[in-house]
């Protein structure tokens, strides 16, 4: 489902992604783990084209992500194709980034209806269903500064289910979390693994990795070092790297 | 390992039901008070017993249809000022913005331009500008015209002061709408982004409205000034408030009762201005506490 290779990106002379191959299939979990500037979120940023890369390819579902291919030549789509694949993927920010000045219906509403172009009617009625399923159906009509931390996070989830996404992105959903609150967010994280949601997850929270990934990934430095089930990279880990990441993280 | 164990509650001084809690006193307070009073009753005195004021011409003329259309004026090319310079400031704040280091230069220049030159200067430059071009003509740029026209014919006085509130206005519109735009949480424009949200959307959706939580303060003052800064236009015998109220007291002598005409006006309409201001805001403020 989606497909990476030899996915390579610069900030300046920052070199932040090396070389990065992976595969996740229909319906899998993935975990990314990593110490703070190994590139998780780069990575992550890279799959719906929020950052440019610089060599390498980001398939999702077979087709090139904000290029088109011709002879050995990648050009960059026009914004509009861009828009259209990017529908196909929901991302999840560590900070929510809810629309603040928008009720949490209106915030769900907005992309199905304005990038999708579906009838208004059956957004609303998807945003009823969505916020029952997140456990927030009587919220549709507050403005997410009344909601908790974890429930604006179920929120921003639900907004990125809105789209009907083949796969999900979390980018640390959890981090931002007073301590109490990251289970409500996890346990919602849960029911969509189990239920079939194609998931990338860059995360901390090691539990819920071996709980939930089919795969864990370990990225250092802008590679990925380690990559198997999480019983293997967990508890059998093949690189020194890891190891020391794991006993300061567990 | 043990903790050692703590004193669970500080030792109390006092048994028995809770203290009332009494404020501090202010003896201060009332002396000042009654001294502020005692002024304003001076001032209002002063105001109502001193027939100099001649407050019977101030009520004849203060709807007189000459002020009243004056006032109109003074609306009108507030109106057409503001607008006009929003929107070219927009424009201008979006150029400077722009990655695009010519288009941010050119917004950068105008800025440093129109900021720089006193509004009067400017005024009298485009009153006089037939000075300088006697025609003008449209067309090709460097290449054949489709027709002309005498500049006199096209810039009247009303249209010079228009031009000239714009463009002042817009240099400092430009900055205050780029401020409101960065004010905005980058988070908000890629949260937009990802979700596949079409660029003029993202744009006027959820990025301006944001924007204008930082924009409306701003271009509040910027309204309530430029009510007071169409009086500079009277150079250019425009018949706007102040110039009209100056026509009258020039045939009738009566200099304090005229001024007095203009001053209450112009406190009429910054003050409908505010309230107006405090509703936009509150509009714009919704979903925060």
Not at chain 1, 51 to 58: A, C, L, M, S
Not at chain 1, 181 to 204: F, N, P, Q, R, W
Not at chain 2, 185 to 209: N, V, W
Request: glycine content about 8%.
């Amino acid at each position: 489902m989606v497909e990476l290779r030899g996915v390579h990106k610069s900030f300046g002379s920052l070199h932040v992604l090396r070389g990065v191959d992976l595969d996740v299939g229909r319906g899998e979990v993935l975990v990314v783990l990593g110490p703070s500037g190994s590139g998780k979120s780069t990575l992550l940023r890279t799959i719906n084209h929020l950052e440019k890369v610089d060599r390498g390819t980001v398939r999702v579902d077979g087709e090139l992500l904000g290029y088109r291919r011709s002879g050995d030549r990648l050009y960059e789509l026009r914004e509009r194709e861009i828009l259209r694949r990017r529908t196909q993927i929901g991302f999840v920010f560590q900070n929510f980034n809810l629309f603040p000045h928008l009720t949490v219906r209106q915030n769900i509403t907005e992309a199905p209806v304005h990038a999708q172009r579906r009838p208004r009617a059956e957004a609303d009625a998807l945003a009823v269903r969505l916020l029952e399923r997140v456990g927030l159906a009587d919220k549709a009509d507050a403005y997410p500064g009344t909601l908790s931390g974890g429930q604006r996070q179920r929120v921003a989830i639900a907004r990125a289910l809105a789209l009907e996404p083949k796969v999900l992105l979390f980018d640390e959903p959890t981090s931002a979390l007073d301590p109490e609150l990251v289970g409500e967010v996890l346990s919602v994280m849960k029911d969509l693994a189990g239920g079939g949601t194609t998931m990338i997850v860059v995360t901390h929270e090691i539990g819920f990795a071996r709980e939930v990934a089919d795969t864990v990934a370990f990225m250092d430095a802008g590679r990925v070092l380690e990559l198997g089930p999480p019983a293997q990279v967990l508890d059998d880990p093949a690189h020194e790297r890891t190891r020391a990441f794991l006993t300061k993280v567990l | 390992m043990t903790l050692p164990r703590i004193e669970s509650a500080p030792a109390r001084h006092d048994e028995g039901p809770a203290p009332k809690v009494v404020p501090a006193r202010h003896l201060l307070r009332w002396p000042a008070a009654l001294g502020v009073l005692i002024l304003l009753a001076m001032a209002a005195n002063a105001l109502v017993t001193n027939p100099a004021w001649e407050w019977d011409v101030v009520g004849a003329y203060l709807f007189a249809p000459s002020v009243v259309r004056s006032v109109l004026l003074t609306l009108e090319l507030t109106a057409l000022g503001i607008v006009l310079g929003f929107a070219l400031g927009t424009v201008l704040a979006l150029m400077r913005l722009s990655p695009n280091p010519l288009l941010s230069s050119a917004a950068f220049g105008y800025v440093w331009l129109f900021r720089s030159l006193p509004l009067i200067l400017q005024l009298l430059f485009w009153y006089n500008l037939a000075l300088l071009y006697p025609r003008l003509s449209f067309g090709i740029p460097f290449g054949p015209g489709f027709f002309d026209i005498g500049t006199m014919d096209l810039v009247s006085p009303l249209a010079a002061a228009t031009l000239g509130l714009a463009l002042h206005q817009a240099a400092y519109a430009a900055e205050i709408v780029r401020g409101g735009l960065l004010s905005v949480d980058p988070g908000q424009r890629e949260a937009a982004a990802a979700l596949g949200i079409p660029r003029a959307r993202r744009f006027f959706r959820i990025i301006l409205p944001q924007a204008m939580r930082s924009i409306v303060p701003n271009a509040g003052n910027e309204i309530i000034g430029l009510v007071k800064g169409t009086s500079v236009v009277y150079i250019m015998a425009l018949p706007e408030l102040f110039y009209q109220v100056q026509v009258i007291y020039n045939r009738n002598g009566r200099v304090m009762a005229l001024l007095l005409v203009a001053a209450i006006w112009y406190l009429i309409l910054t003050t409908v201005l505010s309230i107006a201001q405090h509703y936009v805001e509150r509009h714009y403020g919704r979903g925060r506490a």
